[in-house]
């Protein structure tokens, strides 16, 4: 199969094609270029691969949690390119897609992205064997001391979360820390690799259907609670 897959929802901005068993990808940590990149890296690929965009399945996107304007920026691209090629569009959620940057294969992983204002996004994960991943706990946004996480015999964390606030994530880890990288992020490749498991179970969706996930619809802090009041 042949699928686009596009991640703007943090600094980095990447896209990946699936062409046969092949996955080829570029990548830039590049805030506030997003719009100027995603459409020639898709267009480098497709020339790399020699095809066309009348050749794609589908457009795979991350559907966040993350920047707001990064995330509207991917699905959006998704949906309008799907809809001009009449093919379907699958989301993938962007912690699931950090979450494949960690390496250890036995850990329970958590993926966690600053969310500024204090906060993070985050949820927890363990591989499935089979280049997949299970779900520990839901995803949610919190203060990073407010994070409950499930019980696990060891830990990696992976995200720009733990660049912010490694010294309280590491209290409220339930286990002993394997590993930890604050600078990874979401990825293309890995929202391809987790789009194509979803578009073969029949879970891709109809490009009105892909909608953003933010988990919290506040964009910034107030004057006063900026303390500047």
């Known amino acids: 199969m042949n699928l686009l897959a596009i991640e703007t929802a943090t600094e980095a901005c990447s896209v990946a094609l699936v062409h046969g ?5 570029r990548s830039e940590l590049a805030p506030r270029r997003h719009a100027e990149l995603v459409l020639p890296m898709a267009d480098a690929l497709l020339a790399e ?11 795979a996107v991350g559907r966040g949690p993350g920047a707001f ?3 509207r920026l991917g699905v959006s691209l998704a949906q309008g390119m799907a809809l001009a090629l ?10 699931a897609a950090l979450a494949l ?17 204090g906060e993070i996004y985050a949820a927890s994960y363990r591989r499935d064997g089979a280049g997949g991943l299970v779900p520990l706990d839901d995803e949610r946004v919190c203060h990073p001391q407010a994070l409950s996480l499930p019980d696990a015999a060891q830990w990696q964390v992976v995200g720009s979360g733990w660049a912010a606030y490694a ?12 590993a930890a990288d ?25 490009p009105e259907l892909a909608l953003p996930v933010y988990l919290r619809d506040k964009v910034a802090l107030t004057l006063a609670e900026q303390g500047k009041a």
């Not at 068993?21 to 990808?25: G, L, R």
């Open 49 to 59: 691969a020699g095809i066309g965009r009348h050749a794609l399945d589908a457009i």
């Open 167 to 178: 010294d309280v994530l590491r209290g409220r880890l339930t286990g002993p820390l394997q």
């Open 86 to 95: 009449d093919v379907p569009v699958v989301t993938v959620s962007s912690l």
């Open 182 to 206: 604050g600078a990874c992020y979401p990825q293309a490749r890995h929202v391809a690799e987790l789009a194509v498991r979803e578009f073969q179970a029949g879970r891709a969706h109809a």
């Open 21 to 25: 068993q092949e996955v080829i990808a």
């Open 69 to 71: 304007t990064g995330v």
């Open 101 to 117: 940057e960690a390496q250890d294969e036995d850990a329970a992983i958590l993926a966690v992205i600053d969310a500024r204002m």
